[in-house]
């Protein structure tokens, strides 16, 4: 009975133990509890970082929990010289051997980037491990400040690479910024190195074009002496186009952007003679308003040539953009609407445009006098309405274009604001900048710009609605009243952007005043 009972506690022992061990073997995350958001970390490796008089063949890395690899023949990286390697994973083990020997009295880094991902959420980061294969390991040191060139905030993830020319695409050294923009590079060799800064998206450690980023043609000199801190802002550059990028907005308006090197005067519509429609911000973009509907235009400029197709539809004469309510400042005694075809006539009926007085429902025609219309805009005249809150209402049929088509009834509520509901600003810069404008900003988003100015000036914003406002003033070196980003094929810009720190609050009835001291 003794050993009939031991028997079945061993057993039940045993299965325990299976259980046990079962669950040891099992990986996953924990419900319920706070998501992981830690990169796994070495706990041991050899030979170890600043190891030096290293002969060994490969290297052994175990981390703090089970891992696994991402891409790893790309962002396993042995340098210098990019030494070939074969790996093997074996849990929370890395193993890494070398398909070559290393050189003597080198100092060699191993860069896991992103390479080594936990099992639950795929955690990375980039990890370094210097040694050396002589006595002595290069401990030089580069540092960096990385921020964003338009807000000027720190920028996290960024890849900063040392390079021995120019022309070099991969860098001799690279690490990454951390939460605050800064970076440290180490284990550096004493010499000369260009710097190149991006957003490294595709994680191949090579500039492109398109990415956000900065570079400079100064090189550094790294050695024990050099301690400075580099601050530098990135951007992403503008595009450069190669070829006539068309595409049609309306039936009618077709957007056009050309290389910079080639003029609008030299474009060609195969047969047709379109009216430029507005100059756009970017100076290498045109619209133009076509005098009849085509379903397919070629457009040639010296040996560039473009299809374009016109998907859009025809059927509805409509507003390129839907506005039920607008907004009058003080000084507002037109409205300009536009539509999305030419109109080529008004029926000139009473009644066709009226303004309802929503205070009291008084209703009030607009003569011919008042209407204007040309292209595909409608100009109406205010000019001696007054009113706190009007509606606009235009009869269908009221226009129409040379197809016939005619619009839908309309109505669009107008607000007009009084000098009494709005604030004007004084900004007094103090500044040594050459030439500069300075945006006014709401919810981050430019309002009014107003420049070009030299050197110390006193700015005035009139008929500002009650809120919170920032500023920006731009240093504009090519005098364009835009913000140009870094431009990859001269390393120009970024140009300066500074943002004054304090958000001004605006009352209304009230005249504010701020100073702003560009440094």
């Known amino acids: 009975m003794v050993g009939k009972t031991l028997h079945m506690l061993a057993y039940r022992y045993i299965i325990a133990t299976a259980i046990l061990l079962s669950a ?3 990986v996953g995350s ?16 050899t030979p170890n970082d600043g190891q030096k008089m290293v002969s060994a063949k490969g290297m052994i890395i175990e981390f703090d929990e089970f891992v696994k690899l991402q891409k790893p023949n790309d962002n396993i990286i042995l340098l210098p010289a990019n030494i070939d390697y074969e790996y093997l994973l074996k849990g929370k083990t890395l193993e890494i051997n070398f398909q070559e020997p290393l050189k003597a009295s080198t100092t060699y880094s191993l860069y896991l980037n992103g390479a080594v991902q936990d099992i639950t959420e795929g955690n990375d980061s980039l990890i370094q491990v210097a040694f050396s294969t002589g006595n002595e390991i290069d401990d030089n040191e580069a540092h960096f400040m990385i921020f964003d060139a338009y807000t000027r905030k720190p920028k996290k993830n960024v890849l900063i690479g040392l390079y021995d020319s120019l022309e070099q695409e991969e860098p001799t050294y690279f690490s990454k910024t951390d939460d605050k923009g800064y970076v440290k590079l180490r284990a550096l060799r004493e010499g000369k190195f260009f710097y190149k800064v991006f957003i490294d998206e595709n994680k191949n450690r090579i500039k492109e074009n398109d990415e956000v980023q900065f570079a400079s043609t100064q090189a550094v000199l790294v050695d024990s002496a050099y301690s400075d801190t580099l601050k530098l802002y990135i951007s992403k550059p503008k595009v450069k186009l190669y070829s006539i990028d068309a595409s049609f907005i309306t039936p009618y308006i077709l957007e056009v952007a050309i290389p910079n090197d080639y003029s609008f005067q030299d474009l060609k519509f195969n047969g047709i003679q379109p009216i430029i429609l507005d100059s756009l911000p970017d100076e290498s973009k045109l619209r133009y308003i076509l005098p009849k509907y085509v379903e397919d235009l070629e457009l040639e400029l010296d040996t560039l040539n473009k299809k374009v197709r016109n998907e859009k539809n025809t059927e509805k004469l409509t507003l390129i953009e839907n506005i039920k ?26 009644g066709d445009f009226s303004l309802m007085n929503v205070k009291d429902s008084i209703v009030i025609q607009l003569d011919s006098s008042q209407i204007r219309f040309k292209q595909n805009r409608i100009e109406l005249s205010l000019n001696n309405q007054t009113f706190k809150r009007a509606m606009l209402q235009i009869d269908s049929a009221a226009f129409c274009t040379q197809n016939n088509i005619c619009n839908h009834q309309m109505n669009m509520m107008l607000e007009r604001k009084v000098s009494e509901d709005l604030a004007v600003l004084n900004v007094k810069v103090d500044t040594d900048i050459d030439s500069w404008y300075i945006e006014l900003l709401k919810n981050d988003k430019a309002i009014l710009l107003k420049g070009l100015f030299s050197d110390s000036n006193s700015i005035l914003f009139q008929d500002l609605e009650p809120g919170s406002y920032t500023l920006s003033i731009v240093e504009d070196i090519n005098k364009n009243k835009r913000w140009d980003s870094f431009n990859p094929f001269d390393y120009s810009g970024p140009e300066q952007r500074f943002t004054l720190e304090k958000t001004i609050k605006v009352k209304a009835n009230w005249e504010h005043e701020v100073e702003f001291k560009v440094p």
């Open 24 to 26: 040891c073997a099992q």
């Open 325 to 350: 309510k607008l907004k009058l400042f003080p000084n507002d005694f037109l409205i300009n609407l536009e539509f999305n075809s030419p109109i080529v006539s008004l029926r000139g009926e009473k």
């Open 30 to 45: 924990i419900s319920g509890g706070p998501k992981d958001v830690t990169p796994p970390r070495i706990v041991s490796c």
